[in-house]
C-alpha cells in the first residue's frame, strides 16, 4: 500500500472531508503549469483502492486526518468545490488508524 498526500487549503479540506473526495484541477494553457499537471496527474493515476491518503493543508502547515482510498481515480466534472473544478477525482473513506490531532509541519 501507498501513501499519498494532497495540498488542499482550508475550505477545500472540509469540502474534500464532507464529500469523500480528493481532486485534481483540469490542467492551465501554460507550458511550466502544464509540466507540474502531468506530474499531479501521474501520481493521482497511481492511486489504489485501499492506499493511504493524508491531507497538507496551505497555510496551516498541518498534515490532517488519514483516509484510504476508496476506489481507483476517476474522472468527473460535477461542480462540487466553490473554487474551481477539480474533475480528475478519487473518492476516499476513513482509514481504521486515525490520528486525533493534526500533525504540524515545521518548515
Not at 496551516?60 to 477539480?86: C, H, M, S, V
Not at 473513506?93 to 490520528?99: I, M, P, R, V
Request: charged residues 25%.
Amino acid at each position: 500500500m501507498s501513501v499519498h498526500v494532497f495540498s488542499v487549503n482550508e475550505e477545500n479540506y472540509k469540502i474534500c472531508i464532507q464529500h469523500g473526495l480528493v481532486g485534481l484541477p483540469e490542467p492551465k494553457e501554460t507550458r511550466n503549469q502544464n509540466n507540474t499537471f502531468d506530474g499531479l496527474l501521474s501520481r493521482l493515476t497511481a492511486v489504489r483502492e485501499d492506499d493511504y491518503i493524508l491531507m497538507y493543508v496551505i497555510g496551516t502547515k498541518e498534515l490532517r486526518g488519514l483516509w484510504q482510498a476508496d476506489g481507483k481515480p476517476f474522472y468527473d466534472n460535477t461542480p462540487i468545490w466553490t473554487d474551481r473544478t477539480y474533475p480528475f477525482r478519487c473518492k476516499i473513506k476513513y482509514a481504521s488508524y486515525n490520528f486525533e490531532h493534526a500533525l504540524k509541519l515545521m518548515i
